[in-house]
């Protein structure tokens, strides 16, 4: 079972660009859809983005897309959020989870393990 631990949240000023890294333990991590997920204080946790094993696909939510790009480096079992033109309302505990799926999935039920979470918080 892969284990997965993010890194990379800050404090930012809007406009701002950063990358979030999820580090995956294991060899098969590159049998795994991989997705993001995003909770804010008092709202429900909701879909950012994923990407298919090998990365050769991915999708976004419609308020991310044009802003934030999902990747991943197989060979060093990570996948990046590289988040751009910060705005205040991507202001959440970023997770990022794996998934066993036979395609993108934006439902949380699909993704089979999480990582603890980190925080990103967006200046106005």
């Known amino acids: 079972q892969v284990q997965l631990v993010e890194s990379g949240g800050r404090l930012m000023q809007a406009g701002g660009s950063l990358r979030l890294s999820c580090a995956a333990s294991?060899?098969?991590?590159?049998?795994?859809?991989m997705g993001w997920f995003r909770q804010a204080p008092g709202k429900e946790r909701g879909f950012v983005a994923a990407?298919?094993?090998?990365?050769?696909?991915?999708t976004y939510t419609d308020s991310v897309k044009g802003r934030f790009t999902i990747s991943r480096d197989n060979a060093a079992n990570t996948v990046y959020l590289q988040m751009n033109s910060l705005k205040p309302e991507d202001t959440a505990v970023y997770y990022c989870?794996?998934?066993?799926?036979?395609?993108?999935?934006?439902?949380?039920?699909?993704?089979?393990?999480w990582g603890q979470g980190t925080q990103v918080t967006v200046s106005s």
């Open positions: 990407i298919s094993p090998r990365g050769y696909t991915t």
């Open positions: 989870a794996s998934g066993g799926v036979s395609g993108l999935s934006r439902l949380q039920n699909d993704y089979h393990n």
């Open positions: 294991g060899r098969t991590f590159s049998n795994y859809f």
